[in-house]
């Protein structure tokens, strides 16, 4: 049997694959905290005649990278990033969820929230409440909340012993299966955001090898079909 078609049709699949990831990273190259997706892909060895191995491009799956992003200086004061390894987490309609993006503020009922008003939590699984009339609120390193001489919360920050277990949603918000640990390592740095760790040269870089690498797997298509055209016109004649 000629496995050619079959061997470049497997290949731009698994081309066309990483083409909608890296779309994706380079469009989300300006979120906040936003992880850049990586795919992984293998062989898988078949026979095609008596002896002859033929191998077909297979998409093994997808990780996220979770290197950290850039810190950005805001110097909003409830703005915060994490520097290290460690996710904050929020409260949602759906559970609790984790996340680096530490755009918060404070909502009129006086919590600390993310934007979107899910209330940040602390190590206990609770609300924080900032008490409005303090005009300046320092939040240290560990995360410890402080008005004046006052420790009025800690901004809790988790650790995964396995990341590559958590399941990403919307907003930049990732579902954890394990129970998360009290994170030792990570610094709380106040005025600053993460920024996306998608290196937009790579990524574009990586998009024209890709785009390339379709169009060599394209015009394999094109010579095949042209030979076997060929070869069957040559057969014609000599009949």
Do not use: C
């Not at 698994?14 to 083409?19: G, K, T, Y």
């Not at 993006?101 to 924080?128: K, M, Q, W, Y």
């Not at 995360?143 to 919360?153: K, P, Y």
């Not at 958590?166 to 129970?179: F, I, Q, S, V, W």
């Amino acid at each position: 049997m000629d496995t050619s078609l079959y061997v470049s049709l497997s290949h731009r699949v698994a081309v066309n694959r990483e083409l909608e990831i890296v779309a994706n990273n380079l469009a989300n190259m300006n979120t906040t905290a936003f992880k850049a997706e990586r795919v992984l892909f293998d062989d898988v060895m078949k026979k095609a005649g008596a002896s002859d191995p033929v191998s077909f491009v297979i998409d093994r799956a997808s990780y996220t990278d979770y290197k950290t992003g850039p810190l950005i200086r805001t110097e909003n004061m409830f703005d915060l990033a994490i520097n290290g390894e460690g996710w904050f987490s929020v409260q949602t309609a759906d559970g609790v969820r984790y996340t680096r993006d530490g755009r918060f503020v404070v909502a009129p009922s006086g919590e600390l929230t993310a934007l979107d008003g899910s209330p940040v939590l602390d190590e206990g699984g609770g609300a924080i409440l900032i008490p409005q009339e303090e005009p300046e609120i320092s939040i240290g390193n560990d995360g410890v909340i402080t008005a004046g001489d006052l420790q009025i919360g800690r901004v809790a920050v988790y650790e995964f012993e396995n990341e590559q277990g958590l399941t990403r949603g919307p907003n930049g918000r990732y579902e954890g299966l394990d129970a998360p640990a009290i994170s030792t390592d990570a610094r709380v740095v106040q005025g600053a955001i993460e920024g996306s760790n998608v290196d937009p040269v790579s990524e574009v870089t990586r998009l024209i090898d890709l785009s390339r690498s379709y169009e060599q797997a394209s015009r394999l298509d094109t010579d095949v079909h042209s030979q076997k055209k060929d070869a069957i016109r040559r057969l014609g004649e000599n009949r």
